[in-house]
Nanobody, 116 residues
Framework: VQLQASGGGLVQAGGSLRLSCAAS????????IGWFRQAPGKEREFIVV????????YSGDSMKGRFIISRDNAKKTVYLQMSSLKPEDTGVYYC??????????WGQGTLVTVSS
């Protein structure tokens, strides 16, 4: 099983980025896929998860209006569209697939840097 996160980069505050998480080695649409991030000097935190039935759960309201998760099962890819980015959104973003109630598979992370 492999998850490949990509799409990070340097963006100015207020800008947008779309992250991608491409999966291989698993029946993609059987798994909830989530996004996490780790800011410099902080622990990794949960952002959002997209379940098999289409239900979406965000960690909180602060991201709900700015971050949109979607998936393309045919491409085995989950996207995280991020807008109105803030410097505090800077960090390494990871995608993960959940199996038997835990985050079993992780991508390698993609760095997002938001400049003020």
């Amino acid at each position: 099983v492999q998850l490949q996160a990509s799409g990070g980069g340097l963006v100015q505050a207020g800008g947008s980025l779309r992250l991608s998480c491409a999966a291989s080695g698993l029946t993609f649409d059987d798994y909830p896929i989530g996004w996490f991030r780790q800011a410099p000097g902080k622990e990794r935190e949960f952002i959002v998860v997209l379940y098999r039935n289409g239900e979406i759960t965000y960690s909180g309201d602060s991201m709900k209006g700015r971050f949109i998760i979607s998936r393309d099962n045919a491409k085995k890819t989950v996207y995280l569209q991020m807008s109105s980015l803030k410097p505090e959104d800077t960090g390494v973003y990871y995608c993960a697939a959940s199996s038997v109630g835990k985050w079993s598979y992780w991508g390698q992370g993609t760095l997002v840097t938001v400049s003020s």
